[in-house]
């Protein structure tokens, strides 16, 4: 299935791409290779093939949810302008 002329203009206009006159049989020859390239792939038999979430067969190592930093939260606010109760305050920004 080749895409015309019509179908580029409106792939375009939908990508929101400009597109002079001189550019459009470039884009249409492209565009109907991956189309072609997409309609060779759906013929490919895949109903033996089971589905997988990685390419590789690998289980994924967790590391233990322990913090690994220690907490330095009150350092940290020693050198803001403005906390209260832990918290950072701002200037409001929105009126």
């Known amino acids: 299935m080749g ?16 597109l002079d006159d001189a550019e459009i049989p470039d884009y249409e020859k492209k565009m109907s290779g991956i189309v072609a390239l997409m309609d060779q ?8 093939v089971a ?4 390419p590789l067969d690998m ?4 590391r233990s949810d322990e913090p690994t930093e220690p907490d330095q939260r009150d350092l940290f606010q020693r050198n803001a302008q403005g ?5 950072y305050t701002v ?5």
Do not use: F, N
């Open 41 to 48: 792939l759906k013929s490919v038999d895949t109903s033996d």
């Open 3 to 18: 895409l015309s002329r019509d179908d580029i203009a409106a792939i375009s206009h939908l990508a929101r791409l400009e």
């Open 51 to 54: 589905p997988m979430a990685h």
């Open 83 to 87: 906390v209260e109760q832990g918290l």
């Open 91 to 95: 200037p409001k920004v929105i009126e």
């Open 59 to 62: 289980h994924q190592r967790l």
